[in-house]
Structure formats: C-alpha cells, structure tokens
C-alpha cells in the first residue's frame, strides 16, 4: 500500500494547496470562490459513498480505485472554460474522484493492518511525498503553479502517476475471507451509530474539520492576496513536516489514551493556530503556528480513521470510511468553504480565522461534557 499512498500525495500537493488559487485566478470574486470550493466538497461527500458501497459489495478495491484516480483527470479543462456553471461541473468531477480515493485507500489499509496495525507509519508515507512535491512545487522553474493554467496541468501529471501503482495492486485487498477480521473470526456486532460514546466522537470530528476548511482553502488567499507572500508551498510542507512524527507515535498514543481524548487535544490545536492567525499576523507567527499541525491533523487524522475503523466492522469499513470522509470531512468542508467566502468579503481574514475557532471550542465543550458524564457514570456504578 505504501507506494499507493506515495503517489496519490502528490495528487494532494497540487489540490490541497493550490485548488482556491486556481478558482481565484479564473477571475471570481471571493464569495463565488467559496461557493465553488463549496460545489467541490458537495461532490466529494457523494463520491466515497458510491465507489465504498461498490467496495464493499463485491470485495474489490483496485478497480473503483483506477477510476477515482483518474476522474480528476477529466476536470482538468476547468483552467481553460470560465463561467460559473462549467467550473462547478469540472470541480464536482475532480471531487468525485479525488475524496474517494483517499477512503478507498483507508479503508483497504486499516483491514489488511487490523486492529493492531500501525495505520499512522503507512500514512505517514504520504505526508512525505506530500511534502517533496509541495517543496519541488514551490521552486520549480517549470509550469510554476501561479496561475490555473499551470495548476490543472500538475493535477493531470500527478493523477497520472497515481494509477500506476494502483494498477499493481491485488484485486482482492482484504486478504481474509469477506465478513472475517484479521484472526479469521467472524466480525462482530452491528454499527452503534446512536451511542453517546459514537455521537460524541463524530461531533468532535464534525467540528474540527469545519474549522480545518479555512486552513485548506482560504490559508492560501490570505498569503498570497492580503500578505503578498507567494509561500503556499513551503508553509504546506512546514505544516506536513511537523505531522509526520507524530503519525509515527499515533499507534502507541492510540493504545494508552485512545481516540476521544486525542481528538480532544487536536480541537485545542486547531483553535490555538487559528487564533494566533487571527491576532498576530507577522510571518514568523503564521510560520510558526503551521508546526501545530502535527496536533491538527498528525494526532487528528489518524485518532479519526482509528475512531472509525473500530467502530464499523471489516466488510463495513469502506462504508465507515466514506461517513467519515463524506460526512465527517465533506459536508463540514462544503459548509465552511461556502460561510468562509462570504465572511472574508464582509469581515477579511483574520476575523475569518477567529470566528472558526469558535467550532473547536464548542468541541471542546462537547469532549468535557461526555467525560464528566462518564466519570459520574462510573462512580454511580462502583457505589451501586
């Protein structure tokens, strides 16, 4: 799985940083810029739960993950065609594809691992490459990404490249009979989605990632328009770096704490960098918050996939996957992304960045609310 993830990070490093530059310089203004990244992350909550349910259904995972590869590819005359409809169209392709791809990926992987398997050094490998490209993106002298034309022509190679070692794979990736966990006994149990305990996680989730979508999406207007600083590569990289450590240690954090209250730290991460955004805006401030990344998304990410994996069984996992990306990731995604760009028109920035730390304090909250109910639980059971 490694040399998968590996190239299908690189299709991240052209995406993720540069995807609202590209809306940008199509010439919208920055309420219909939200709107469109809005479109995209609308798309991407369908796309897990089509090509998951295909998954799962027949047991495969090599063909759904040729196709969402390549998806992207088709998008890719989004540069050249402006007008409001034909980009919403390109960019719900280019999502359709691009978000499934990442909880196929997942959702293979944590079954092949099972419950003990260390999820966050195979993921880790995708951070690196994430930050290689990024770097090389940042000072390359060739189809430098300042502009959409040189953007969509990146996405194209790097999409290409990810297929290849998917092509590679086996076309049963479960590696046990289907329905069984990795010891071969049959899984167990139905998926508690109504539980306190799975309520309370999938809030915590909810929010963060709301409050995340002003990173991905809005970070790399501010650098470039207000602060006039042509750094989106290196402050990605800066923010990768600091992840991956901790994705190496996420096992053992995951074994003696547990999921909820890793969540819980990566809530208190996220507020604390948006609010440093928001109240110092110097460059070594902005640098220097990108190192809580590695609480953002290197403790978050992998608390997340351990949050559901445990929660839906094997022959289920892709679905959890896709609730996860879909749910968890798109939708809060689409909402952020679609509020964000009418706060940055009406308020700019910094306050942009300070309202959505407010989704990670009521997170917070939700976290502190769900201990003290469960330590009072606790103690009425031993008194009792």
Not at 95 to 116: N, P, Q, W
Request: hydrophobic share 50%; net charge positive.
């Amino acid at each position: 799985m490694i040399p998968s993830y590996i190239l299908s990070f690189v299709v991240f490093g052209t995406i993720t940083p540069y995807l609202s530059i590209l809306i940008r310089d199509l010439g919208y203004s920055p309420g219909l810029v939200g709107v469109l990244l809005g479109v995209f992350e609308g798309a991407g909550i369908a796309g897990p739960f089509v090509f998951g349910a295909w998954a799962d259904k027949n047991g495969s995972y090599r063909i759904p993950l040729i196709i969402t590869t390549l998806l992207p590819v088709l998008a890719a005359p989004l540069a050249l065609f402006i007008h409001p409809l034909i980009s919403a169209v390109f960019l719900a392709l280019m999502a359709f594809g691009f978000r499934s791809t990442t909880s196929l990926l997942d959702a293979v992987t944590t079954i092949r691992l099972g419950k003990t398997g260390d999820y966050g050094k195979i993921r880790a490998a995708g951070s690196i490459s994430f930050i290689v490209l990024v770097l090389f993106l940042q000072w390359t002298p060739v189809l430098k990404p300042q502009n959409s034309e040189n953007i969509a022509a990146w996405i194209t190679l790097s999409s290409l490249a990810a297929v290849f070692p998917i092509i590679l794979l086996p076309r049963t990736m479960t590696g046990s009979p289907r329905g069984r966990g990795r010891s071969g006994s049959p899984s167990k149990g139905p998926v508690h989605l109504l539980s306190i305990y799975f309520l309370t996680g999938f809030a915590i989730i909810f929010l963060c990632r709301l409050a995340m979508s002003v990173v991905y999406s809005y970070f790399p207007l501010y650098l470039t328009e207000e602060l006039d600083w042509n750094v989106v590569g290196a402050m990605f990289a800066l923010a990768s770096m600091a992840e991956v450590p901790c994705m190496f240690i996420s096992a053992r954090l995951l074994r003696r704490f547990g999921p909820l209250p890793l969540l819980a730290l990566a809530a208190a991460g996220i507020s604390v960098r948006l609010l440093i955004w928001a109240a110092f805006p110097g460059r070594g401030f902005i640098a220097g918050a990108q190192l809580l990344h590695s609480l953002c998304f290197g403790i978050y990410h992998p608390a997340a996939v351990n949050f559901i994996s445990t929660s839906f069984p094997p022959e289920k996992r892709a679905l959890g996957m896709s609730v996860y990306l879909a749910l968890g990731s798109g939708l809060p995604s689409l909402l952020g992304n679609i509020l964000g760009g009418f706060l940055v028109e009406d308020l700019g920035f910094r306050p942009l960045f300070a309202c959505f730390s407010g989704f990670t304090v009521l997170a917070l909250l939700i976290y502190g609310a769900w201990y003290i109910l469960g330590r009072s639980a606790a103690r009425n059971l031993r008194s009792g």
